[in-house]
């Protein structure tokens, strides 16, 4: 197995007085398709943005490439450029004046004081890069705001190419495109994992690509109900574990006709 | 209000009866007098720090909150003067604080801001009336509070103003990514290191200073207007973002020199003058295409 790039201990966090995320653990090795499984308020976003450090946790550990992660959520920088996180509603304000290769150049940019024009050519070039990896350097000039679902994703995965990282965290990222975009938004994923090499932790409720392209798969409701690989974390019996039996039974009523494997 | 007429040997209320080389040759020598330059150089000063803080004030949907901080200036000087200090250098230090606790109370409570910020604003302008009415004898006078007196800029204030605009510049410039993730969007920002809350202090202490440095020469009433107001016209004529910060900072200074340069042609009150001018500005670029103007 890949060295793990990270490392979830125990991990708790609460919202409000009750806990979101209950003693999870489990590790992300270097590489590799990590998916987050589970019903609506199970936790899943709270996971993501307590190993980011968005939000602060009650209890465990989080390590990303052998640094632990604080309580106040500091990593050193170098540790942050090696992560790219997608939310998941990137909604931004219409009216916050921002091109297309601006937003790509955020995701060049090192963290901390520096002066406004330094790396200018080499940022140029590799926003460049970044933006024709995944065919959008036509868009480079236009409003961010004026782009639509499937070009948005486009451009926040340039964003995320722009710089080599280790670790791509994303938050339901294709949400809010319809199957076509969905699909089109994946295989340019899967693709570029396949270039960059990345490890990814992503959110998905859609569970036939999870078998598909996913190594490994972390079933959840507030607390870890399974993980491991595709055809174990999605049998009927762990899914029935996490989503009920009346969701696996209509499942398996749907998927009949179409000869699946449960 | 800083009317320019007294400073004039002969005063001229309307330009039609002179010549309108008569009227320039007039301003020229006006602005030869030394409160005039003082006056001038704050203006611009003014408004190109209004206009620099202001185009993130606005995207981070501060603007209320910058109106709130000069209202509570009333209340600062109110203390000072009730103190026995000079409400100048009151002023400074208790923006800041003031400042520093309305951002805390917003971070914790769970009502709407612009609620919560109506509540300080209206209460700490009662608070400040009553107790200036504490002071019958204040020599400023509460005319001077509510529209300030550009005429009457120091050297000390414009040393503090060229400071604290050399001081918003650096921050900005040095920040600058970090601050436009933040206002993008501030998950992201922190997933990438950005040091969040403390990058959201520095800023609102540095809206604080800028507020209550310049309300001396602007007044209560007019000072959210100039970190507004050119924001929004800069807004409208930009489609990059740092594009929209110089174009805002530009403007804040070019209002205030077309607006004391009228202030003078037509004898009128000058912080109010500025305040026209960028409205006019702004109505101007309500009328230019967004897309044709300053494209890359």
């Not at chain 1, 994303?170 to 270039?195: T, V």
Request: net charge positive; aromatic share 8%.
């Amino acid at each position: 197995m890949n060295d793990p790039v990270l490392v979830v201990q125990g991990l708790t966090v609460y919202r409000g007085a009750h806990p979101a995320v209950q003693e999870v653990s489990f590790t992300v090795p270097a590489g590799t398709d990590t998916a987050i499984i589970g019903p609506n308020g199970a936790g899943k976003s709270t996971l993501i943005q307590a190993v980011l450090g968005i939000l602060p946790r009650q209890a465990g550990q989080v390590s990303v490439l052998g640094h632990p992660l604080s309580a106040k959520g500091y990593l050193p920088a170098a540790v942050r450029q090696q992560i790219a996180y997608l939310p998941q509603n990137f909604l931004l304000d219409r009216r916050i004046p921002i091109t297309v290769s601006e937003l790509v150049g955020l995701g060049w940019d090192r963290v901390g004081p520096q002066l406004p024009w330094v790396g200018g050519r080499v940022r140029h070039q590799a926003v460049r890069a970044a933006l024709t990896q995944v065919e959008a350097w036509r868009l480079r000039d236009q409003l961010v705001s004026s782009l639509s679902g499937g070009e948005t994703k486009r451009v926040l995965l340039a964003y995320c190419l722009v710089r080599p990282r280790l670790l791509l965290i994303l938050d339901e990222a294709p949400a809010g495109l319809d199957a076509l975009g969905e699909s089109e938004f994946y295989q340019l994923l899967h693709q570029l994992k396949r270039e960059q090499g990345w490890a990814i932790l992503q959110i998905s409720h859609d569970l036939e690509m999870v078998r598909q392209s996913c190594d490994r798969v972390l079933c959840m409701n507030r607390t870890l109900l399974c993980q491991g690989a595709p055809d174990h974390a999605l049998s009927p019996e762990q899914l029935s574990l996490a989503y009920g039996s009346d969701f696996v039974r209509y499942r398996h009523t749907c998927q009949l006709p179409h000869h699946h494997d449960y | 209000m800083g009317r320019i007429s007294f400073a004039i040997a002969t005063p001229v209320n309307f330009p039609t009866i002179m010549t309108i080389e008569a009227e320039f040759t007039r301003v020229i020598q006006l602005f030869q007098l030394p409160f005039m330059q003082r006056a001038l150089m704050g203006g611009v000063l003014t408004g190109a720090m209004g206009g620099l803080l202001g185009s993130f004030t606005i995207l981070r949907q501060l603007s209320f909150f910058s109106d709130v901080l000069g209202h509570s200036a009333l209340l600062g000087i109110s203390i000072g003067l009730l103190l026995g200090f000079n409400p100048s250098w009151v002023l400074l230090p208790f923006s800041v604080i003031f400042a520093l606790v309305v951002t805390y109370f917003l971070e914790r409570t769970h009502l709407w801001t612009d609620a919560l910020l109506n509540i300080i604003y209206s209460s700490s302008l009662a608070v400040g009336i009553i107790l200036l009415s504490f002071r019958d004898k204040y020599q400023g006078g509460i005319t001077h509070l509510l529209f300030g007196d550009i005429l009457a800029v120091q050297t000390t204030d414009l040393i503090f103003s060229v400071v604290l605009l050399g001081v918003c510049a650096g921050f900005i410039g040095l920040t600058l990514r970090s601050q436009i993730l933040l206002t993008l969007h501030e998950p992201m920002a922190i997933a990438r290191g950005v040091s969040v809350s403390a990058q959201r202090t520095a800023f609102i202490v540095l809206l604080a200073l800028v507020v209550g440095i310049s309300i001396k020469a602007i007044g209560v009433l007019l000072i959210s207007a100039f970190v507004v107001i050119p924001a929004c016209a800069a807004r409208l004529l930009s489609r990059k973002f740092t594009n929209y910060i110089l174009i805002s900072a530009g403007l804040g200074a070019v209002s205030a020199v077309i607006g004391m340069l009228l202030s003078a042609l037509f004898d009128l009150p000058s912080g109010p003058s500025i305040v026209a001018v960028q409205l006019g500005i702004f109505l101007l670029t309500l009328l230019i295409p967004t897309a044709r103007v300053l494209a890359p």
